[in-house]
Each structure stands twice: as C-alpha cells, then as structure tokens.
C-alpha cells in the first residue's frame, strides 16, 4: 500500500446534518411544539436544575422554538434546558369557598 504526502491528503467535508443542542433546537421530537403552544395545552420552563438567574434575571438563551429561556442540560430536563409545565395556573389561588362541615364557623 503507497503512503500518501500530506498534499495529497483531502480533509473531510463539513458535516451539515449533525444535531448539536443549541438554543434554537430543531428537528421531529419538536414539530409539534408551536401547536401544543397555540393551544394553550401547556408551555415550556427554563429548567430550575441547569437554568441559572441573576437577581431574578435569566441568564440562559432563549429558544424562539419553545417560547423559553434554556439552560445547559441536566438530569431533570433531560439535557433539554427546558421542561414542560402542563400546570392550570387557572385555579392556583382559587377563592371558591370549601364545602363547611357541620360545627365549622
């Protein structure tokens, strides 16, 4: 087998379709997300394990994709940056009266 001179040698073409977490994530586990944001069915969280605030300002970059700030990744988004909060804030603080048992006053 001949050994090649450095000049002959061709570097490798750049590789495009690699998926590099990035704050503007793309791909299929994300297609459905801007309808799932349309609907109201939820929106996305920076994380509170790899998302940091700087006297209550995020720090992290924001993905137009999620509609979130991002953090780096850590076990609890699963190295996403953002989770999904499905909470119905709706009824936090709700004023409806609980039922009175007999004796309450």
Request: charged share 20%.
């Given at each position: 087998?001949?050994?090649?001179?450095?000049?002959?040698?061709?570097?490798?073409?750049?590789?495009?379709?690699?998926?590099?977490?990035?704050?503007?994530?793309?791909?299929?586990?994300?297609?459905?997300?801007?309808?799932?944001?349309?609907?109201?069915?939820?929106?996305?969280?920076?994380?509170?394990?790899?998302?940091?605030?700087?006297?209550?300002?995020?720090?992290?970059?924001?993905?137009?994709?999620?509609?979130?700030?991002?953090?780096?990744?850590?076990?609890?988004?699963?190295?996403?940056?953002?989770?999904?909060?499905?909470?119905?804030y709706s009824q936090?603080?709700?004023?409806?009266?609980?039922?009175?048992?007999?004796?309450?006053?």
């Amino acid at each position: 087998m001949a050994k090649l001179t450095a000049s002959e040698v061709q570097p490798a073409p750049p590789q495009t379709n690699l998926h590099v977490a990035t704050a503007e994530l793309k791909g299929i586990e994300l297609a459905g997300v801007a309808e799932q944001l349309e609907q109201d069915a939820g929106a996305w969280r920076a994380c509170s394990g790899c998302h940091e605030l700087i006297e209550g300002h995020p720090t992290g970059p924001w993905s137009e994709t999620l509609k979130s700030y991002m953090g780096g990744g850590c076990r609890e988004c699963g190295g996403i940056g953002a989770i999904w909060d499905n909470t119905d804030y709706s009824q936090v603080n709700d004023p409806a009266p609980i039922a009175r048992r007999d004796g309450d006053r």
